[in-house]
């Protein structure tokens, strides 16, 4: 399997971008990784290389580009003095639903030009941020995302936020695996509950679950990173795409 770095042209510049080709020959199915708040790092790269690993074209986007060059983020750290935390959060309410809709629209662009993917609907999967990215771009690209994971996302339905990918539910044409954590306010019950309701008035296909674990579970470098869950979602990761996208 092989890693390289990819420049895709969006409607508003070059993206970076890691992709993951697994060795044999193809074509694969294609999933697209959305990082966490922490953006491109060489923990998010070697996820990609994981997941590729099980048989996928892995695009991970560095979807910070339009802020121009930065430092790898220490999500151990990254929230614990008031200047990192403004500046990480920042970078993250910058990136709009429009924006992530505008560049999810290139990412599968290109996915579709490469002679490695096969055919067909591309999978998505993110965490923290990136989960909720995955599940707006779902919302927003119709049957071009055959498949959507998240992982201890969080806001996924926020009755007060139009962009929630919840108010979009009748527009997913993708089978939906969510992953919560039993410790995460960023999703708390009331939002889970909205989210099974949205989904199945909506007639969509998804599996809603919650792991005892904190947020950031899955994400090797967060103080809150857990083993035993973070295996759990590489299963889950594994059976979803493997069903969802054979």
């Known amino acids: 399997m092989a890693q390289r770095t990819v420049e895709i042209q969006t409607p508003d510049g070059t993206c970076p971008a890691a992709l993951s080709v697994p060795e044999g020959e193809g074509p694969w199915p294609a ?9 491109m790092r060489d ?94 771009v779902a919302a927003n690209l119709g049957a071009r995302v055959a498949a959507a994971a998240s992982f201890h996302g969080g806001n996924l339905a926020k009755a007060d936020d139009p962009d929630s990918p919840h108010h979009k539910a009748g527009a997913i044409r993708a089978a939906v695996y969510v992953a919560g954590a039993s410790e995460d306010p960023s999703f708390p019950d009331e939002q889970k509950d909205l989210l099974e309701r949205s989904l199945t008035e909506a007639g969509v296909t998804h599996t809603i679950e919650t792991y005892d674990a904190h ?32």
Not at 232 to 238: G, N
Request: net charge negative.
């Open 31 to 39: 999933v697209i990784m959305y990082a966490d708040a922490g953006g």
């Open 43 to 136: 923990t998010i790269r070697q996820m990609g290389e994981r997941l590729s690993s099980l048989g996928y074209v892995v695009l991970v986007p560095d979807f910070y580009y339009r802020n121009g060059p930065y430092g790898p983020v220490d999500m151990r750290t990254a929230f614990s003095t008031k200047e990192s935390a403004e500046k990480i959060m920042a970078m993250m309410q910058g990136y709009t639903a429009d924006k992530v809709v505008r560049d999810a629209a290139a990412f599968v662009d290109y996915l579709d030009s490469l002679p490695e993917k096969k055919p067909g609907g591309v999978g998505t999967t993110g965490y923290c941020m990136g989960g909720r990215l995955s599940l707006v």
């Open 215 to 246: 947020h950031g579970f899955a994400v090797p470098d967060n103080a809150s990173y857990d083993e035993a869950a973070a295996e759990r979602h590489w299963k889950a990761t594994e059976q979803f795409f493997g069903s969802a996208l054979a």
